[in-house]
C-alpha cells in the first residue's frame, strides 16, 4: 500500500515538473517572441540615419517654421529636445518679475539645450470661448534640427511606446523638410505654417 502511495507521488511529482517545465519553457519562447517584436518595431520606427542625416541638413537652412500643434505635443517635443517643458509656458526665457506668468517660472528652471524662445514665439490659439490647446510655434531652422535630433535619438529608445511617439512626430517633421527645394529662390515660402494636426475622414464624424 505504501509502496504504490509512494510511486504515486513521485509519478506526479515527475508530471507536475514536466509540466512546470513546459510552461517555463513556452514562458520563455514568448518573451523571445516579444523582444523580436519589439526590436523589429523599434527598428522600423527609427530613420536610417543616411535619411536623417539629409533631413537634418534641409532643416538647418530654414529661417524659421510657424507650427501648430497641441501643447501637449509640443511639450513632449520640446522637453525632449530642451530638457524640459511646461503646457502653459509661452517663452524659454525668464519673464520681467512683474509679468502674470513669472509664477510658473523659477530660478531652478534650466533647460540641457536652450530653445531661444523669447516672448511672441508661442501663441496660444482660441477656439470659440474656450481654449483648445491648440498653440503656434515660431521655429528657427537650429530649433528644427534639435526637434529632428532627440526625436530621431528617442525612436530607438527601448520603451515601445516613447519611440512610436517619437517615430511619428520625427515623420511629421520630415515630411515637412521633405517639401523644401533647395534650387528654390530663397525666401518664398518663409515662416510657412505646418499644422501636427492629424484627423479622422468627415465620414466617419457624428454631428
Avoid at 505504501?2 to 517555463?24: D, G, S, V
Avoid at 520606427?45 to 505635443?73: I, M, Q, R, W
Avoid at 474656450?130 to 510655434?137: E, L, P, T
Amino acid at each position: 500500500m505504501f509502496k504504490t502511495w509512494r510511486e504515486e507521488y513521485r509519478a506526479n511529482q515527475a508530471a507536475r515538473r514536466q509540466i512546470e517545465l513546459e510552461q517555463w519553457e513556452q514562458e520563455k519562447r514568448w518573451r523571445e517572441e516579444d523582444r523580436a517584436a519589439r526590436q523589429k518595431a523599434i527598428a522600423e520606427n527609427s530613420a536610417d540615419l543616411a535619411v536623417h542625416n539629409k533631413n537634418v541638413k534641409a532643416g538647418a537652412s530654414v529661417s524659421y517654421l510657424t507650427l501648430v500643434c497641441h501643447e501637449d505635443t509640443w511639450t513632449f517635443m520640446a522637453t525632449r529636445a530642451f530638457g524640459q517643458w511646461k503646457p502653459e509656458w509661452t517663452q524659454s526665457v525668464k519673464p520681467p518679475i512683474t509679468s502674470s506668468w513669472a509664477p510658473t517660472w523659477t530660478e531652478q528652471t534650466t533647460f540641457t539645450v536652450d530653445p531661444n524662445l523669447p516672448e511672441g514665439r508661442i501663441k496660444k490659439l482660441p477656439n470659440g470661448t474656450a481654449r483648445n490647446g491648440m498653440q503656434q510655434v515660431l521655429l528657427s531652422g537650429h530649433n528644427l534640427t534639435q526637434l529632428l535630433s532627440s526625436l530621431h535619438e528617442g525612436s530607438k529608445e527601448e520603451d515601445i511606446a516613447t519611440s512610436a511617439r517619437c517615430s511619428r512626430l520625427y515623420g511629421k517633421l520630415a515630411e515637412f523638410v521633405s517639401l523644401i527645394d533647395p534650387d528654390a529662390e530663397a525666401g518664398q515660402t518663409t515662416g510657412v505654417t505646418y499644422r501636427i494636426d492629424d484627423s479622422l475622414d468627415v465620414a466617419h464624424v457624428t454631428r
